[in-house]
Each structure stands twice: as structure tokens, then as C-alpha cells.
């Protein structure tokens, strides 16, 4: 199983980007998908999750009205539509795959991309 980051990168505060996190090896609409993030110094935090169908998203209070995770089971495909961002957004962002359910522990996913860094600049 093979999850694929990308998309990160430096952007000033109040800008956007997307993150896309490609699955293989996987059955992709068999699993619940998350996006996590590590800021230096700090653990990992949840911050969005979508069910396999795509029917239903999950968002940390800190990225609500901010942050929008879809998904494309045709491309196997999760992504992050991150707008308005802060400084305090900066972190390396991971994707994860979860069988069925979707979750805010880190320790419930199955599998983890090798992450992407989002530096905000003030």
C-alpha cells in the first residue's frame, strides 16, 4: 500500500493550497480517509477526515470554515482545499487510510503517506 502526499509548499497568510494524496494497493472506497498534521515541537493532530463514500467530513475546530477534504474514488484520490491559511497552519500534512470507519486518533489508521510540508509566511 503506497499513499502518495503532494501539493505542499509556501504561501503567504491568508492564501490557499490543495493537498491530493493518491492511494494504490488498496481498495480505496473500502476506507475512511484522514488528513493529520505535525507542527514542530507539537504531537500529530487530527485535522479532517471523509467517510469512504464521501457522504460525510470530519474537521478539527481549529481549520472548520477554513479547510474542505473531498475525495475522487474513480482517481483514488483524497484531497485538502486549505484557504485563508495562518501561520499556525504550518506544519507537515499527512494523509491516512482507515478500513471503514473514520476517526480523530491517529492510532485507528492503517496506513500513512510520507507527508507534505505548508509553510505560512505572516
Known amino acids: 500500500v503506497q499513499l502518495q502526499a503532494s501539493g505542499g509548499g509556501v504561501v503567504q497568510a491568508g492564501g490557499s493550497l490543495r493537498l491530493s494524496c493518491v492511494a494504490s494497493?488498496?481498495?480505496?472506497?473500502?476506507?475512511?480517509m484522514g488528513w493529520f498534521r505535525r507542527a514542530p515541537g507539537k504531537d500529530r493532530e487530527f485535522v479532517a477526515g471523509?467517510?469512504?463514500?464521501?457522504?460525510?467530513?470530519y474537521y478539527a475546530d481549529s481549520v472548520k470554515d477554513r479547510f474542505a477534504i473531498s475525495r475522487d474514488n474513480a482517481k483514488n484520490t483524497v484531497y485538502l482545499q486549505m484557504n485563508s491559511l495562518k501561520p499556525e497552519d504550518k506544519a507537515v500534512y499527512f494523509c491516512?487510510?482507515?478500513?471503514?470507519?473514520?476517526?480523530?486518533?491517529?492510532?485507528?489508521?492503517?496506513?500513512w503517506g510520507q507527508g507534505t510540508q505548508v509553510t505560512v509566511s505572516s
Open positions: 491516512a487510510a482507515q478500513k471503514v470507519l473514520v476517526t480523530c486518533s491517529w492510532q485507528d489508521y492503517d496506513y
Open positions: 494497493g488498496l481498495t480505496f472506497d473500502d476506507y475512511g
Open positions: 471523509v467517510t469512504w463514500s464521501g457522504g460525510s467530513t
